[in-house]
């Protein structure tokens, strides 16, 4: 079970001016550094198109173009814990400013890459490079936007300083949702494999700029501020305190992290494109319903974080996961004989997925504050790597005999969820 101490005084200030502000330009910057890490997977069809062999077998060219979307989360640990090494030592702006650095670079690069028939070989490896320095940057972005929202709210509304958060990074999600939609509505998919394309990992790079720009912005937390002032930081490498005195954190943050990542990789990012290649769904009607869904998350998110915040994480993560699960597994059987129900349903499903709103300020709440950074970007990134990282590759592949895979894992993965609920307690005050 997990637990942390809040300072009394902390936890019962009112929220001032100032906390919204930090909420709303952190949301804002993490939404536009969000959208350079997913805007990937919503050209996920057109990338594969051009990246690969023309005569490769459908299947292995879906496989291999979302195995390298994957990529980006497979090293996600390492960005990570760098990150959140230095976090937990030197500051936590510091890492949330330099995060987006190494985030908007490699986007603006995969916008200016050649293809397949243009050098071969060296186009996937390059992209896969590019995915890779995102996936380091990621790994620093996420946890550390949780990690500093949470330290700058009072601690009886880190529920909604948090969901607000992934809210925001959840609107990168719609960004990216719009931007292909947009793209799919002025041109024909052969225009769009003609160049237009790149045009939204060139945005992202401007984007990138835009998020450092509003950083500026932003103070050190005050509980950092008020550790490095008693000199009460780490005393040894701050993992190392995760891994020796917060396992039992560890394990439950990294099973939380799982049904995070299997709403979001799953419901969220794959789906459009299982839309359709399963249903055959036009582009523009599955992106426009994915927009739906995104802003269907993004509400969920806020509300799941408030009530996680009113009646405690347990009930919020347990509920939460089985409406999630009921609602997967309505909308994925009911749109093979009615796809006509797509748009509610997926908007639906979206709301739902809005649980995931929950998971960080429990995640945030399981470490003290001297290793917070190191033990929940260990936790969450790890888990990410693991479960988010393999997820399109397992339901690819699950695909070829189960048409209904997505529905199948996201459902295993919320029960996981509910268990895991059970071993979550209110934070001490």
Avoid at 176 to 194: I, K, Q, R
Avoid at 245 to 251: D, I, L
Avoid at 403 to 417: M, S, T, W
């Amino acid at each position: 079970m997990i637990a942390t101490a809040v300072p009394p005084a902390t936890a019962s200030r009112p929220l001032t001016g100032q906390d919204y502000k930090t909420l709303a330009l952190a949301a804002l910057g993490g939404a536009l550094e969000f959208y350079d890490f997913i805007i990937f997977v919503f050209f996920a069809n057109v990338i594969g198109q051009l990246f690969f062999p023309p005569d490769m077998p459908e299947w292995l060219r879906t496989l291999q173009t979302f195995g390298i979307f994957a990529a980006g989360y497979v090293v996600r640990p390492l960005g990570g814990i760098v990150m959140a090494h230095f976090g937990d030592l030197l500051g936590r702006k510091r890492m949330f400013t330099l995060s987006i650095l190494l985030m908007s670079v490699p986007t603006l690069a995969i916008g200016l890459l050649p293809t397949y028939a243009s050098i071969g070989l060296a186009a996937p490896m390059l992209l896969l490079l590019m995915r890779v320095l995102q996936g380091a940057a990621v790994g620093g972005e996420v946890p550390g936007a949780w990690v500093f929202v949470s330290e700058h709210v009072p601690a009886r509304h880190t529920g909604y300083a948090c969901g607000v958060l992934t809210a925001g990074l959840t609107v990168g999600i719609l960004l990216g949702s719009l931007v292909a939609t947009g793209l799919n509505t002025a041109y024909l998919p052969a225009e769009v494999l003609a160049g237009p394309w790149r045009w939204p990992f060139l945005l992202g790079g401007v984007f990138g700029l835009a998020s450092m720009y509003l950083r500026r912005w932003l103070h050190e937390t005050p509980v950092f501020a008020e550790m490095a002032q008693r000199q009460a930081l780490a005393a040894e490498m701050p993992l190392k305190t995760v891994l020796r005195s917060h396992r039992a954190a560890v394990a439950v943050s990294m099973l939380l992290t799982w049904m995070l990542s299997a709403g979001i990789v799953v419901v969220i990012l794959m789906t459009p494109a299982l839309l359709q290649k399963m249903y055959h769904i036009d582009a523009r009607t599955s992106l426009l319903a994915n927009t739906l869904a995104t802003v269907g998350l993004a509400l969920g998110c806020i509300c799941y974080g408030v009530m996680a915040d009113r009646i405690g994480a347990k009930p919020v993560l347990f509920i939460g996961a089985l409406l999630l699960a009921i609602c997967t597994w309505v909308f994925y059987t009911t749109l093979r004989v009615q796809p006509e129900w797509l748009l509610p349903l997926y908007g639906l499903t979206g709301f739902f997925v809005g649980v995931v709103g929950a998971v960080p300020c429990v995640l945030v709440q399981a470490f003290p504050p001297q290793v917070r950074f190191s033990g929940l970007s260990f936790s969450y990134n790890l888990s990410y790597a693991i479960f988010g990282g393999l997820t399109p590759m397992v339901v690819t592949l699950m695909l070829k005999n189960e048409p209904l895979a997505p529905a199948f894992y996201v459902i295993a993965v919320c029960v996981i969820g509910m268990l895991t609920a059970l071993f979550v307690r209110k934070a001490q005050t």
